[in-house]
Nanobody, 130 residues
Framework: QARLVESGGGSVKAGESLKLSCSTP????????MAWFRQIPGKEREGVAA????????YYATSVKDRASISQDNYNHILNLTVNDLKSEDTAMYYC???????????????????????WGQGTQVTVSS
């Protein structure tokens, strides 16, 4: 069964950067799109960044736009998320997820709708202290 495994989380200070990685199922990259989500206990899971793998199109949440970068390493089947200038409000459990590929038009309508994603990792904790 396909699995996603996140890594790279940890405790950092505000203003620092962190790179998260997610090993993906492999296979044709065009078969699915990927995204990073995060969740704080007691709150809903929120999308952070998404990538339409077939074209490399990306989408970012307003909260991380200009600070985050999502990228795919097709050769090693790894999805990365780099967040710069971390803030205390970035503290959360971060998850990567995949969804079956759809048209880019449909993807652009809801690039980070959590219920569209059907394969999730276990998460990696990011804690930002001031």
């Amino acid at each position: 069964q396909a699995r996603l495994v996140e890594s790279g989380g940890g405790s950092v200070k505000a203003g620092e950067s962190l790179k998260l990685s997610c090993s993906t199922p492999g296979g044709p990259q065009q078969a699915y799109s990927m995204a990073w989500f995060r969740q704080i206990p007691g709150k809903e899971r929120e999308g952070v960044a998404a990538i339409y793998t077939a074209k490399g199109s990306t989408y970012y949440a307003t909260s991380v736009k200009d600070r985050a970068s999502i990228s795919q390493d097709n050769y090693n089947h790894i999805l990365n998320l780099t967040v710069n200038d971390l803030k205390s409000e970035d503290t959360a459990m971060y998850y990567c997820a995949t969804r079956p590929q759809v048209s880019i038009a449909r993807w652009r309508q809801q690039p980070m709708a959590a219920d569209e994603y059907d394969l999730w990792g276990q998460g990696t904790q990011v804690t930002v202290s001031s």
